[in-house]
């Protein structure tokens, strides 16, 4: 037999959780089941097993997937380099990335999206795995947040009052909130939340 390539699997893969998060945004995780995914994906039972254990795994993988998204638009992989030198560069990539990233929930077919990842959010409750890469999607963004409050306290740029931890996930929350407003509003006014974003990220760092 001819040996099947890693884009093919790759894709394969994919194909499988798409159909997966398109179930479990419709149906809700547990009452989707693994026949379910069969049929609006096209392939077999027995098929999507070769490729995951159970229904935690392909959540676990869509979330993942997600927070590496996540991870591109708000620059996370810059930062980093940029702390050790000069984080004031860092700042404005940051801030423009999270602003990206919430207009992006005024996306076609994003309330779907958000509706699956408040379920993600509660499964976290139940399940470890999911629990962990749920947590990983915030702590990640959290620590570089962090990380550039405390060097603009240090430069005089912010208020040493404010706790930078405390600041960051206050924005952490400004994004969960917005997306679960988001889930349960389709007439949310997205422009006008991030515009008073906007604003208040322009008055903590001018």
């Not at 994919?14 to 479990?24: K, N, P, V, Y």
Request: proline share 4%; hydrophobic share 45%; charged share 25%.
């Amino acid at each position: 037999m001819p040996k099947v390539s890693e884009e093919h699997l790759r894709a394969r893969r994919a194909q499988i959780l798409d159909a997966a998060a398109r179930c479990f945004a419709r149906a809700g995780f547990h009452r989707t089941t693994i026949q379910d995914i069969a049929a609006e994906s096209g392939f077999s039972a027995g098929l999507i097993y070769r490729y995951f254990a159970d229904k935690d795994d392909m959540v676990v993988a869509i979330a993942e997937g997600w927070h590496d998204q996540q991870a591109r638009r708000l620059h996370l992989d810059e930062p980093a380099g940029n702390l050790a030198g000069n984080p004031a560069d860092a700042f404005p990539d940051v801030a423009g990335g999270y602003l990206e990233l919430l207009r992006s929930l005024a996306g076609s077919g994003e309330r779907q999206r958000v509706q699956l990842g408040v379920q993600i959010w509660a499964e976290a409750l139940r399940e470890p795995r999911v629990h962990a890469v749920a947590r990983e999607g915030v702590d990640r963004p959290r620590a570089v947040v962090t990380d550039l409050v405390r060097a603009a306290q240090e430069r005089g740029e912010l208020d040493a009052a404010w706790p930078a931890d405390g600041l960051a996930r206050v924005f952490v929350a400004i994004y969960q909130g917005l997306a679960l407003q988001t889930a349960w509003d389709p007439e949310l006014d997205n422009a006008g939340y991030v515009a008073a974003v906007e604003r208040l990220i322009g008055a903590l760092a001018p």
